[in-house]
C-alpha cells in the first residue's frame, strides 16, 4: 500500500512564496516520477510540475520561471517551491507518483493554495 501525503500549502499575497513538500511510503518501485498537480474551482486539474527519478524536470508554462520541482530520493519525498505567486496559481495541489513498471498512479488527498491579490 502506497500513501501520499502533501503538506505546506496556504494563504499568501502575491508576489509571496511557498514550498510544498510530499512525502511517499509504502512500496515504491524506483522508476517513478512525481509530480504536482493542481486544480482551481471549476478547472480540471492540470499539471504543475513533475520530476523524474534522473532529476529530468517538466513545467507548466505557466509557472516556469517561477516553480521549482525538487526530489529526495532516499526519502521518496518531492517538493515545489513556489515564488512570485499570482492570484490564478490559486487551487488544490495535489502531489502525485506514477510508477512506471508496473504501471500504477499514486495520489494525495491535496493541499490548498490561495493567493491573494
Known amino acids: 500500500q502506497v500513501q501520499v501525503v502533501e503538506s505546506g500549502g496556504g494563504l499568501v499575497q502575491a508576489g509571496g512564496s511557498l514550498r510544498l513538500s510530499c512525502v511517499a511510503s509504502?512500496?515504491?518501485?524506483?522508476?517513478?516520477?512525481m509530480g504536482w498537480y493542481r486544480q482551481a474551482p471549476g478547472k480540471q486539474r492540470e499539471l504543475v510540475a513533475a520530476?523524474?527519478?534522473?532529476?529530468?524536470?517538466n513545467y507548466a508554462e505557466s509557472v516556469k520561471g517561477r516553480f521549482t520541482i525538487s526530489r529526495d530520493n532516499a526519502k521518496n519525498t518531492v517538493y515545489l517551491q513556489m515564488n512570485s505567486l499570482k492570484p490564478e496559481d490559486t487551487g488544490v495541489y495535489y502531489c502525485?507518483?506514477?510508477?512506471?513498471?508496473?504501471?500504477?498512479?499514486?495520489w494525495g488527498r491535496g493541499t490548498q493554495v490561495t493567493v491573494s491579490s
Open positions: 509504502g512500496r515504491i518501485f524506483s522508476g517513478n516520477v
Open positions: 520530476i523524474t527519478s534522473g532529476g529530468i524536470t
Open positions: 502525485n507518483v506514477h510508477v512506471i513498471l508496473p504501471a500504477a498512479d499514486y
